[in-house]
């Protein structure tokens, strides 16, 4: 089977690139999906039960209320 030119067959094309050039097809597949994706991904998200109220995820540590604990028994000096 010799390599068909896609304009002159794109279907006979597209199922010998999808044999020979796999990881090039689906990149291409894929790649041209993505300005779909934030049009259908909100819906279906919301579907399965990710409601965007969720609480954010904290950025640093709580600052602890009151004076520091020094440990006891060890060489440290206090400050």
Do not use: C
């Amino acid at each position: 089977m010799s390599k068909p030119y896609f304009w002159a067959e794109p279907v006979r094309y597209m199922r010998w690139a999808f044999h020979e050039k796999t990881a090039i097809t689906w990149s291409l597949v894929l790649g041209g999906s993505a300005p779909i994706v934030p049009i259908v991904a909100p819906p279906i998200r919301r579907f399965f039960g990710d409601e965007p109220g969720r609480p954010m995820i904290p950025h640093n540590y709580p600052i602890p209320k009151g004076p520091r604990k020094f440990p006891e028994g060890f060489d440290d000096p206090k400050e």
